[in-house]
């Protein structure tokens, strides 16, 4: 009898299935068998927060009296500000609940398919469609590099013998761009531009250097934001444990850092447990395994506000419940298996 080998995305093989106990099991050296593991959540909260720094601009005291404008940067600084806190889950394997598959010439063949994380996915079948819609992963943008900062001055500015006749003649060039944008959308001009793609190119040309000389009058604010993931296993109850520390001054800092405000996470844990056996019941021996997910409440806050507070399924907080060996003695069968959660899907004959 030829055996085959089923190729799938995830993995497929040809075995027969018996499992001689309802709990983890260990391989010994040289046992042939196949070992799949019940599936473990990791939770990642995504802390996104926004990094303002702002600069003053050498002429911010004459703003007023040149611009107009009390509404001015008076100091450098950076400021830190959390947007959201996000929930991400990832899947692995439970190495702590792993279960092997036996040869057994009583039993029938079946195919055994696993994934890439040696979770079992199905019997005699296809895994199970992803159905869950996958977030797009947007790649980390480098920080564009910024060489060294030029006033945009002319060399009437430069060459004055005072800060005050600076900024005057500073004022003067913004009054002349914004005169000539005047002009030149009025048509008040000796020659316009070529086409429609030059004239665009003449008001951005004059929209930047403007911007350039009034930010040496109000100062310059920029905007970044930031993105850091902190993973944590759960395996238990947390009450109002400190996530992370944030501070306004320097961003996400470490827990022991007391200059930051503490974040703190709480996990409300839903854990399944067996019944008991009634007077009828009896253990039968296991083919396979399949896993009860238990769920959590998970909570996630800093003072009034709440960014985070969701059900979610958890697998390890479930327990491992067997499927017997005469399930698959009497007839063949078709079992799909959750791999995010390790829960029986469905069973057909």
Do not use: W
Request: glycine share 6%.
């Amino acid at each position: 009898m030829k055996h085959r080998l089923c190729i799938y995305p995830i993995i497929a093989l040809l075995f027969t299935c018996t499992i001689p106990a309802a709990q983890a099991q260990t391989v010994a050296e040289g046992e042939s068998a196949i070992v799949y593991a019940m599936p473990k959540i990791v939770f990642g909260f995504e802390i996104e927060y926004e990094k303002q720094t702002q600069e003053i601009g050498i002429f911010y005291q004459y703003s007023e009296r040149y611009l107009g404008t009390k509404d001015v940067v008076t100091e450098n600084k950076t400021v830190y500000t959390i947007k959201n806190i996000r929930l991400l889950t990832k899947t692995v394997a439970d190495e702590s609940r792993k279960y092997k598959i036996t040869p057994d010439k009583n039993l029938l063949n079946c195919y055994v398919t696993l994934n890439e994380k040696g979770i079992l996915c199905a019997i005699n079948d296809h895994a199970p469609a992803n159905t869950s819609k996958q977030k797009k992963e947007e790649a980390a943008k480098s920080p564009t590099p910024v060489g060294p900062s030029l006033m945009p001055l002319g060399e009437e500015q430069m060459f004055a013998n005072s800060i005050a006749k600076m900024a005057e003649g500073t004022a003067k060039q913004i009054y002349r761009i914004r005169e000539s944008r005047i002009n030149l959308l009025s048509g008040d001009v000796d020659q316009l531009p070529a086409d429609g793609l030059s004239f665009r190119t003449v008001l951005d040309e004059m929209a930047r250097t403007e911007k350039e000389l009034c930010e040496l009058f109000i100062g310059k604010t920029t905007t970044e934001t930031l993105r850091e993931v902190i993973e944590i296993t759960p395996a238990n109850d947390v009450n109002q444990s400190i996530l992370a520390r944030f501070s306004t001054h320097s961003g996400l800092v470490p827990k022991n850092d007391l200059g930051g405000t503490p974040i703190f996470l709480s996990i409300k844990a839903n854990k399944q447990e067996y019944l008991p056996l009634t007077e009828k019941g009896k253990q039968q021996t296991a083919a396979l395994f399949y896993n009860l997910p238990g769920s959590a409440r998970v909570t996630v806050s800093q003072g009034q506000t709440v960014y985070v507070d969701k059900e979610v399924t958890v697998p390890q907080f479930g327990i491992s419940v067997p499927l017997p060996v005469e399930l698959f003695t009497k007839s063949d069968v078709k079992i799909q298996f959750n791999p995010k959660t390790g829960a029986l899907l469905k069973i057909e004959k």
